[in-house]
C-alpha cells in the first residue's frame, strides 16, 4: 500500500531556531496535511494543502505540496517552547478512496 | 462547539478479556473513523463509516475486533479477546464529509497485562 516517509525522525533546538522536516512518498498523492499531536491528544490540523506546488502559511507555520505530488515540507520558524510535540505528514492517496494514510511522526523538542 | 469525546480514556485488562471503547462525534459530521495507534507510529485507519455503513473496514481484524454506529451518531468498537499486541491508543475522528477534515478525540491509552 501507500506510505509515507517522515524526516528526521526527532528534532532538538533551540529556541528561536528556525525548523525544517519533509514527508516523501514512492507515490502520488492528491492532498497532504499537517498534523501535530500533543502528549495524551488526538492530532491536530496544522495546515492543508490541495494542489501541487501550493505553498500555505498559518503563523509561523509554512507548508507546500510538492510539484511531483510525491513530497511536501513543514517549516516552523522562530520556534517556541510550545512548539513541542510530534509532527504527522498525512495525504490521501491517489486511489481516492477518502482513506488518510499517516507518515510515522517527527518528534519536536525545543530548548528554552 | 464540543469536540469528539471518547470513553474511557485509560483502559488496563488482562489479555483474553474484552474492552470496549466508545466515541461520540462532533455533531453534524457523518464520517466517523476509527485508529489504532502505536507508540512512536502514526494513526492506522482501522474502520471509517458514512452515517451507519462501514465503508471501509479492510484493516480491522475482524476475527476479534468488531464496531458499530447502529445510529448513524455514536459509535462502539470492541476487542474480543484482547491480545498483549493490542496495546496501543484508539483515536476515533469525525469529518462533515468523506474528504473533510477530520477532528480527532483524545483517544482511549489501552494496556493489556
Known amino acids: 500500500g501507500q506510505q509515507l516517509n517522515q524526516s528526521p525522525q526527532s528534532m532538538f533546538i533551540q529556541e528561536g531556531e528556525d525548523v525544517s522536516m519533509n514527508c516523501t512518498s514512492s507515490?502520488?498523492?492528491?492532498?497532504w496535511l499537517w498534523y501535530k499531536q500533543d502528549p495524551g491528544e488526538g492530532p491536530v490540523l496544522l495546515i492543508a494543502l490541495y494542489k501541487a506546488g501550493e505553498l500555505t502559511s498559518n503563523g509561523r507555520l509554512t507548508a507546500q505540496f510538492g510539484i511531483t505530488r510525491k513530497d511536501s515540507f513543514l517549516n516552523i520558524s522562530a520556534s517556541i517552547p510550545s512548539d513541542v510535540g510530534i509532527y504527522f505528514c498525512?495525504?490521501?492517496?491517489?486511489?481516492?478512496?477518502?482513506?488518510?494514510?499517516f507518515g510515522q511522526g517527527t518528534t519536536l523538542q525545543v530548548k528554552p | 462547539e464540543a469536540g469528539v469525546v471518547q470513553s474511557p480514556r485509560y483502559k488496563i485488562i488482562e489479555k483474553k478479556q474484552p474492552v470496549a471503547f466508545w466515541c461520540n462525534p462532533i455533531?453534524?459530521?457523518?464520517?466517523l473513523y476509527w485508529y489504532l495507534q502505536n507508540l512512536g507510529q502514526g494513526p492506522e485507519l482501522l474502520i471509517r463509516y458514512e452515517n451507519e455503513e462501514a465503508v471501509d473496514d479492510s484493516q480491522l481484524p475482524k476475527d476479534r475486533f468488531s464496531a458499530e454506529r447502529l445510529k448513524g451518531v455514536d459509535s462502539t468498537l470492541k476487542i474480543q479477546p484482547a491480545e498483549l499486541g493490542d496495546s496501543a491508543v484508539y483515536l476515533c475522528?469525525?469529518?462533515?464529509?468523506?474528504?473533510?477534515?477530520?477532528?480527532f478525540g483524545p483517544g482511549t491509552r489501552l494496556t493489556v497485562l
Open positions: 507515490s502520488i498523492f492528491n492532498t
Open positions: 455533531s453534524g459530521h457523518n464520517t
Open positions: 498525512a495525504g490521501h492517496g491517489s486511489s481516492n478512496t477518502g482513506k488518510l494514510i
Open positions: 475522528a469525525s469529518s462533515l464529509t468523506a474528504f473533510g477534515e477530520q477532528f
